[in-house]
């Protein structure tokens, strides 16, 4: 009923930007809270940006100054700019929105998307 289609994420040097995009699709009657997770291999997965719907933001300490979380409440879609990249930030890249869906409104959904791959590296 809901889907989140992340993109954007690619092989990138080291010093250089990305920017990510989630797309929410369905029967979408309002999203909350959107958020940007990573997965390094064999680490756990760790919340990278989040973002009310108001506009309000938190970041991880480790992307702090360098990362950009925004979202278009129009096109039901966030984004994540990604600039200053280090060798360090590889990851899956995953979307997460709260939802709460058209078919019932007195019930949130947590939603998550399929991730993109971003690689820094040489």
């Known amino acids: 009923q809901v889907q989140l289609v992340e993109s954007g994420g690619g092989l990138v040097q080291p010093g250089g930007s990305l920017r990510l995009s989630c797309a929410a699709s369905?029967?979408?009657?309002?999203?909350?809270?959107m958020g940007w997770y990573r997965q390094a291999p064999g680490k756990e997965r760790e919340l990278v940006a989040a973002?009310?719907?108001?506009?309000?933001?938190n970041y991880a300490d480790s992307v702090k100054g360098r990362f950009t979380i925004s979202r278009d409440n129009v096109k039901n879609t966030v984004y994540l700019q990604m600039n200053s990249l280090k060798p360090e930030d590889t990851a899956v890249y995953s979307c997460?929105?709260?939802?709460?869906?058209?078919?019932?409104?007195?019930?949130?959904?947590?939603?998550w998307g399929q991730g993109t791959l971003v690689t820094v590296s040489s």
């Open positions: 973002i009310t719907s108001g506009g309000s933001t």
């Open positions: 369905g029967n979408i009657f309002r999203i909350n809270d």
């Open positions: 997460n929105a709260e939802v709460l869906p058209r078919t019932n409104l007195r019930g949130n959904l947590e939603v």
